[in-house]
């Protein structure tokens, strides 16, 4: 990297790391003050389920339905009283459907 390049950078880091650096600042002052950091701590607890929340509908949004949750929508379309078989039971069935 050439020098030019290295400072334009530098210039463009610094702002954002010094509003980076400004705000857990704050964020800290926040929390250790008696008066306000029950409302804080609430706040930063929030943030921080919404973002795993988040991460978590965006890592599972390419997976499909597991069969077995499948076979078990099917079954709950057309419900029976006995299972011919007898392996499985349907009571799970009448639950999903609330029947």
């Given amino acids: 990297m050439d020098h030019t390049a290295s400072k334009a950078v530098a210039e463009f880091s610094t702002p954002f790391r010094g509003r980076v ?12 003050d008696p008066a306000r950091q029950d409302r ?9 389920v919404g973002v795993w929340t988040l991460y978590g509908v965006v890592q599972q949004s390419s997976q499909d339905i597991h069969p077995d949750m499948a076979e078990l929508f ?4 057309q419900l029976a009283l006995g299972c011919r078989d007898g392996r499985n039971s349907r009571c ?3 639950l999903q459907r609330g029947v």
Avoid: H, I, P, T
């Fill in 92 to 94: 799970d069935l009448c």
């Fill in 21 to 32: 650096e400004n705000a857990v600042k704050r964020l800290f002052d926040v929390l250790v």
């Fill in 74 to 77: 099917n079954w709950s379309q």
């Fill in 40 to 48: 804080a701590m609430l706040g930063v607890l929030a943030c921080y």
